[in-house]
């Protein structure tokens, strides 16, 4: 077992709200038009009157390192698998209590009939482990990226050195 962290980032200064990510994921899920969303992108409005900045970010489950959501699951239906730190969900074992949703800080899972549902990194449609889930390759800005999180700390390291401008950040910061 590889034991990697793999995750999500979005460069924000990229994503023109196009919708091509969260359309992918429904597309490639199987999920229908108005029901749950395991991707979506969001609008954050700054500043006033004439001076108004516009940023979106596309967001889905975190997959984070101690998920509060499989911590509260009284069904044991939520589980972080060892080998990426993906996490899932068991829908066989979830019973709906939206024990899940109220510990998530992110306000990610969602509820159909099948119970609770949130983004697998394209596991349940075949993507293998490490490999590019779909919201990935339609993105046609290049706004989302999806890796390790060694490898999606180094590109927030890339984008903070140009953002600041200086020639380098110490290794320390990097890792």
């Given amino acids: ?22 359309i992918a994921c429904k597309q490639w899920n199987g999920i229908k038009a108005g029901t749950v969303a395991r991707r979506k992108v969001h609008t954050i409005d700054t500043g006033t009157f004439p001076n108004v900045t516009r940023t979106f970010i596309s967001m889905n489950c975190m997959h984070c390192s101690q998920p509060a959501c499989a911590l509260v699951c009284p069904a044991g239906a939520i589980s972080k698998r060892e080998e990426d730190g993906i996490v ?33 990194c394209c596991l349940g449609n075949g993507v293998p482990s490490g490999g590019t889930p779909h919201c990935i390759t339609a993105c046609p800005t290049g ?30 910061v990097v890792t």
């Avoid at 999500?8 to 969260?22: G, L, Q």
């Avoid at 979830?94 to 983004?119: L, R, S, V």
């Fill in 88 to 120: 899932v969900v068991d829908k066989d074992r979830c019973i709906g209590c939206k024990y899940c949703f109220f510990a998530c800080p992110f306000g990610i899972p969602q509820y159909n009939e099948d119970g609770m549902d949130k983004c697998d």
């Fill in 143 to 172: 706004a989302l990226k999806y890796g390790t999180t060694s490898e999606l700390s180094e590109l927030v390291a890339e984008k903070t050195v140009r953002f600041i401008g200086v020639e380098s950040l110490p290794s320390s």
């Fill in 1 to 22: 077992m590889s034991n990697q962290q793999y995750g999500f980032y979005t460069d924000t200064s990229r994503c023109i709200t196009c919708m091509a990510c969260a």
